[in-house]
């Protein structure tokens, strides 16, 4: 498929950044994706892909030492911003400014000491581990 096709797509199904219901009956999104029909996984993994792009960019601006943070430790930030969100991430003041002075120790034990930490508690307890021992867990 040529650019051509593909703009011209763009033109005839227009943009929707929120889902809605087609002409079919069938929710879509973006530029005609027909949600019912699902997505492959290699799909799937672009849209995370791209999802935490943004993510670790939004840290960066929001979080100046982020990048000074070797990888395992930037993966928890990222992983726990891409499920609270970025801002929810930034309510956990007490855990940001730990990680910061490079205690992540009680980094960790701020991590699971949350609503967070007791709504998805294996994730948390693997993240804190990660954040305690700076190794992908």
């Known amino acids: 498929m040529t650019m051509n096709a593909i703009e011209q797509l763009k033109k005839h ?3 929707r950044d929120k889902p809605y219901f087609c002409t079919e009956g069938h929710l879509t999104i973006g530029y005609g994706l027909n949600l019912d029909a699902g997505v ?11 999802r935490v792009e943004g993510i670790r960019k939004r840290l960066a601006n929001a979080i100046p030492w982020y990048a000074n943070l070797a990888a395992p430790r930037q993966g928890v930030l990222v992983n726990m911003a891409y499920n609270l969100g970025v801002a929810g991430l930034m309510g956990f003041a007490k855990t940001l400014t730990h990680i910061r002075s490079g205690d992540y120790n009680t980094a960790s034990h701020e991590m699971l000491d949350s609503r967070w930490a007791r709504q998805v508690p294996t994730r948390a307890a693997e993240l804190a581990l990660q954040m305690q021992t700076g190794e992908w867990q």
């Open 13 to 15: 199904e227009g943009f």
């Open 40 to 50: 492959t996984e290699e799909e799937a993994e672009v849209i995370l892909s791209m």
